[in-house]
Nanobody, 116 residues
Framework: QVQLVESGGGLVQSGGSLRLSCAAS????????WGWYRQAPGKQRELVAS???????NYPDSVKGRFTISRDKSKNTVYLQMNSLKPDDTAVYYC??????????WGQGTQVTVSS
């Protein structure tokens, strides 16, 4: 019954920017940790950014300084601002949230393609 709806993906040139959003709907009453992950063909899914209930953020070195995660608690929505995009950022991006009973929900994924 819980759905995470992602939007904002698309095709962008190297050096460009995109903003992804992920909105939770349905019977979810509490959210604890939100995260963005990505998976490119032939590679493992990797963490891109996370934000806790206390608004602490975490980024891997590959995106640090370029990506920013933020959250609107009243809307149960999380965002990922991506700047200075590189071809290596090309992947399917997935939103994840830890909700009630610490159950993990995943978004449907949105394609981000960065051309050189």
């Amino acid at each position: 019954q819980v759905q995470l709806v992602e939007s904002g993906g698309g095709l962008v040139q190297s050096g460009g920017s995109l903003r992804l959003s992920c909105a939770a709907s349905g019977m979810i009453y509490s959210t604890y940790t939100w995260g963005w992950y990505r998976q490119a063909p032939g590679k493992q899914r990797e963490l891109v950014a996370s934000i806790t209930s206390g608004d602490n953020t975490n980024y891997p070195d590959s995106v640090k300084g370029r990506f920013t995660i933020s959250r609107d608690k009243s809307k149960n929505t999380v965002y990922l601002q991506m700047n200075s995009l590189k071809p290596d950022d090309t992947a399917v991006y997935y939103c994840r949230v830890v909700g009630d009973l610490r159950y993990i929900y995943w978004g449907q994924g949105t394609q981000v393609t960065v051309s050189s």
